[in-house]
């Protein structure tokens, strides 16, 4: 064993050992610890000149006591973390919850997987919730009865509650309320609550919304849950016995997709939902009729939604039975062509536009060459477009962007899906798919979301006893003009 000592800098450093059975690498591992220089720069002078790694320290001639020579620079010290590291399961619930990206799940609080699935498929939809947010606890409307009142604060109270946990949530108080408002919710068998009907729930819900919502002044435009959802359909109404014809308008909050043999597609159905037959008393003949009612869409909402028409009364069971046949859906739905033909008007232009947009991507010459052809996507459609993904904005109708007002397309994008698995409308299991603004899919079965491929939520299209779509909900696309 040899003893030598090391000069570095303005430092010695005394009495290092040297086993010359090792290679000098050991060595200068040794001098790493000391200094801090990593062995790859150290330029240690010896006997014919630098000492490598290798070499042999018999070759070299090291005597006990002599002084080497090392130059390098040493590594910088690492500094310890201004913050101490937080690892995601120690952060507060609320900022948990943001991490991943996604919101908590409900406790099935027994058969409430039809109200658990509505509020998360509603849930989704960010406008709804700034209204609520905006909706004051006191002072409401002499319209609203308390009961209506109670429900919109528990709906607001709830979905805040999904958004800052990170656990499942329990509904009870938004159970409590929902039944002592509509009490057909409070049916019990054999003890125990039955199971309802999710389209019901939804229905009822959305309409309570829509009366504590409205801002107290005449105008349409105070209604924020319309604005939203609601559909006006222009109809002609055709008695073909006597050649009567008339008109009427209506706003609905959804959509039918009427099922029959002939239905394969979503598109076929939505036809077969805007025509229709019912009897009404004939002027001119003095007696009951039957007429043929047509429906066109003449304004389309943000938020499209789609009630598949899959439950129907069973006399000889003396129940609602189901229609298992599979219905395909896409995740791009365009209806320019169940639009009335002023509405198609409307959207022409504004079609155009997206389409040479998107035409421009693929490197096509656009057919406008206008400067202000340009089409503005918001709300992140350019990376969703990369991805492979359908691009959407939440700004309303006539709202204005960096570059224009924003117009409807008459496209829109799938954001959810709301599923029954069963056979009966009164049992089986509802479960909510919902698409985040991250673009993710997540399945919210009660208290257990997961995420989910963007391509199986179209498989959710029925023809077994699986989970088939019930109702869905599409998002508007708007360009920029």
């Not at 406008?127 to 002072?139: D, F, P, R």
């Not at 729930?201 to 924020?224: F, G, N, R, V």
């Not at 040479?356 to 709300?379: F, H, R």
């Amino acid at each position: 064993m040899l003893t030598v000592s090391v000069k570095w800098q303005k430092k010695v450093f005394e009495g290092i050992e040297i086993d010359p059975t090792l290679p000098p690498y050991v060595f200068k591992a040794q001098l790493y610890d000391l200094t801090g220089v990593p062995p790859e720069r150290q330029k240690i002078m010896v006997k014919g000149g630098l000492l490598k790694d290798d070499a042999d320290w018999s070759a070299i001639g090291v005597k006990d006591g002599q002084k080497l020579m090392m130059m390098g620079t040493a590594d910088e010290i690492v500094k310890a973390p201004e913050k101490a590291i937080v690892f995601a399961e120690d952060l507060p619930e609320e900022e948990q919850a943001t991490h991943l990206g996604y919101s908590a799940g409900l406790v099935n609080l027994g058969n409430t997987c039809y109200m658990n699935s509505t509020v998360q498929c509603l849930k989704s939809v960010p406008e709804l919730k700034s209204a609520l947010s905006n909706y004051a606890l006191t002072g409401r409307s002499a319209d609203v009865d308390q009961t209506s009142h109670m429900l919109t604060v528990a709906t607001r109270e709830l979905f805040g509650d999904l958004d800052r946990s990170v656990n499942a949530v329990s509904p009870t108080q938004f159970w409590m309320i929902l039944r002592k408002k509509f009490p057909q919710f409070s049916q019990l068998q054999n003890g125990m609550h039955m199971q309802q009907d999710a389209e019901e729930c939804w229905t009822q819900l959305l309409y309570t919304l829509s009366q504590s919502l409205k801002a107290p002044t005449s105008s349409e435009d105070s209604d924020a849950v319309k604005a939203l959802f609601g559909v006006n359909l222009r109809s002609r109404v055709h008695c073909q016995e006597s050649g009567e014809e008339s008109s009427e308008t209506e706003s609905v909050y959804s959509l039918k997709c009427h099922i029959s043999h002939e239905v394969n597609h979503l598109h076929e159905g939505l036809k077969h939902g805007l025509k229709g037959e019912l009897e009404k008393t004939s002027p001119a003949l003095g007696r009951t009729a039957l007429y043929l009612k047509e429906s066109l869409i003449d304004s389309l909402p943000r938020y499209l939604t789609v009630q598949f028409v899959r439950f129907f009364w069973k006399r000889e069971t003396n129940q609602k039975a189901k229609i298992l046949r599979k219905v395909d859906y896409p995740l791009e739905l365009d209806i320019f062509d169940l639009c009335s033909e002023e509405l198609r008007k409307k959207l022409e232009a504004p079609r155009q536009k997206l389409r040479d947009e998107e035409g421009k991507k693929l490197g096509l010459q656009p057919k406008s060459t206008s400067k202000d052809s340009d089409v503005k996507m918001t709300d992140a459609e350019a990376s969703s477009k990369e991805s492979g993904e359908s691009s959407t904005v939440t700004q309303p109708e006539g709202g204005s962007s960096e570059k224009g007002t924003l117009h409807m397309t008459g496209i829109y994008d799938l954001v959810s899906v709301l599923t029954h698995k069963g056979r009966s409308a009164d049992s089986g299991h509802y479960v909510a798919w919902v698409k985040q603004e991250s673009g993710k899919w997540i399945q919210y079965d009660d208290s257990h979301p997961s995420l989910q491929r963007e391509e199986d939520i179209t498989k959710l299209s029925g023809g077994g006893d699986w989970h088939m779509a019930y109702i869905i909900m599409y998002k508007a696309r708007f360009v920029s003009m």
